[in-house]
C-alpha cells in the first residue's frame, strides 16, 4: 500500500513542479477556496456578533442567514482540502517535519469542530432558544480568531 501511495506523490511532485499551470491552478484554487469559505464564515461571524443584542425577528433572520451561508463555507473547505492535499502530496518533506504546517493542521481541526457547534447552535436558535444565543457569539468569536490564524500560519508556511 506505501509502495503505491508513494508512487503516486513521487509521480504528482514531478508534474507538479514541471507545470506552472498546475501550480498556479492548486494555488488559486486554495486561495479562492479559503477566500470563498473563509470569507463567508467572517461575513456570517461578524454578522452573528451583531445580531446578539439585537430582537428576536433579527436574530431569527441572522440564524437563517447562517444556516444559508454554512453550504459555501463547506464548499470553500472542501475547495481548500483537496487543494490542500495536492499541495501537501507536492511537496511531503517539507511539510511532513514542519511545526507550522502541523500547527496550522491543528487550527484546521479546531475550526472544523467549532463549525459543528455553530450549527448545532443555530439549529437550536432556529427552533426560538434563545439560550443559543451565547453559544453562537463565542462560536463566532472563536471562528474569527481560528480564520485569521489559519490564514497566518498559511501565508508563514512557505517562508519558514
Known amino acids: 500500500m506505501l509502495g503505491w501511495l508513494s508512487?503516486?506523490?513521487?509521480?504528482w511532485a514531478a508534474l507538479y513542479a514541471d507545470s506552472a499551470v498546475l501550480r498556479t491552478g492548486v494555488g488559486f484554487a486554495h486561495v479562492?477556496?479559503?477566500?470563498?469559505?473563509?470569507?463567508?464564515?467572517?461575513?456570517a461571524d461578524r454578522a452573528t456578533l451583531?445580531?446578539?443584542r439585537g430582537d428576536a425577528a433579527g436574530r431569527l433572520a441572522q440564524a437563517r442567514a447562517c444556516h444559508a451561508a454554512h453550504r459555501i463555507v463547506i464548499v470553500g473547505l472542501i475547495v481548500v482540502t483537496v487543494s490542500g492535499v495536492l499541495l501537501?502530496?507536492?511537496?511531503?518533506?517539507?511539510?511532513?517535519?514542519?511545526?507550522?504546517?502541523?500547527i496550522k493542521m491543528a487550527l484546521v481541526g479546531l475550526l472544523l469542530a467549532n463549525g459543528g457547534l455553530l450549527v448545532q447552535a443555530g439549529r437550536r436558535a432556529l427552533a426560538g432558544d434563545d439560550s443559543a444565543w451565547s453559544r453562537l457569539r463565542y462560536g463566532a468569536l472563536a471562528s474569527l480568531t481560528i480564520w485569521l490564524a489559519?490564514?497566518?500560519?498559511?501565508a508563514a508556511l512557505p517562508n519558514v
Open 88 to 102: 501537501f502530496g507536492a511537496d511531503v518533506d517539507t511539510y511532513l517535519h514542519s511545526r507550522v504546517f502541523w
Open 150 to 154: 489559519t490564514t497566518l500560519l498559511g
Open 50 to 52: 451583531a445580531a446578539w
Open 7 to 11: 508512487h503516486w506523490i513521487n509521480a
Open 32 to 43: 479562492a477556496g479559503l477566500l470563498t469559505g473563509g470569507g463567508s464564515a467572517i461575513v
